[in-house]
């Protein structure tokens, strides 16, 4: 009779103990349920025939397999012209039995994942979406998703960057009409200029009515290293912001609505946000020279 092999084994359970966090990233690239559980599964086909021996972070490892797995995915429906997001996505809708009973993965896989996102993401190259959703949503850095899009970190920041405008509505359907547009614009503008006077008047309240419950607040390592902190939760942003923010300035980052610490009208910070149904949900503080020398960054007027 065959020994069980320990090894198998404990990858095994190692491989359970990311599953939801994987179909949570698969779902998101694929805006499927059923597809996202085949990237999954073909995630493990691929960790079972691997040699881990090398590998000291199995989960950014599989994280990086189920998103090439995703990508190979995304490219073939791009190629056989699938049937529109819309029609894929209401014949397939997520419930709770799908997202399994696992309440951490059912909370992962409803996270701002809404019919309206998946509609723009499906507007976005393969390389955007992956670049974008693996960024924004997962935190994943442009070093680590470069290799996977085949590019440099640059270019997968440029990438997620374009892909971050049209999902914020800066790149605006041609067909839209231009005065819902910009009425669009200017309630986002709104809602940042209301956070900025809530922050220099140190009016919490104000500020936590301005934030998503679960806002996250990400800053990269120039920004960090001047002391600004990574945070999640409308308590915790707030916190980070009530008080300052008395020499930042409303601007327009790559067209979209932001903040900029521009000191003698160089940018030295920049404060991007990331808006839904008038709430925000994400904020990006940039510090790094060589990102900000990317923006367009605009000081606009109240």
Known sequence: ???????????????????????????????????ADDAVQESWLRLSRADMSAVQNLSGWLTTVVARVCLDMLRSHKSRREEPLEEYVAAEPVTPDEAGADPEQAALMADSVGLALLVVLDTLNPAERLAFVLHDVFD???DEIAPIVGRTPMAARQLASRARRRVQGAEADPEADPSLVEA????????????????????FGALLAALDPEVTLRADAAALATGAQAA???QAVAAQFSGRAHAAQLALVDG???????????????????LSDEKIVAIEIIADAERLSQLDVKVIGG
């Open 256 to 274: 979209a609505a932001g903040l900029v610490w521009a000191p003698g009208g160089q940018p030295r910070v920049v404060f991007g946000f990331t």
């Open 140 to 142: 994943v850095s442009f």
């Open 184 to 203: 669009d614009q200017a309630r986002k503008r709104a809602v940042v200029k209301a956070f900025l006077m809530a922050a220099q008047g140190g009016d």
């Open 232 to 234: 999640r939760g409308a």
């Open 1 to 35: 009779m065959d020994r069980p092999d320990p090894t198998h084994d404990a990858l095994a359970a190692q491989f359970e103990a990311n599953r939801a966090h994987l179909r949570a990233v698969a779902y998101r690239l694929l805006g499927s349920a059923s597809e």
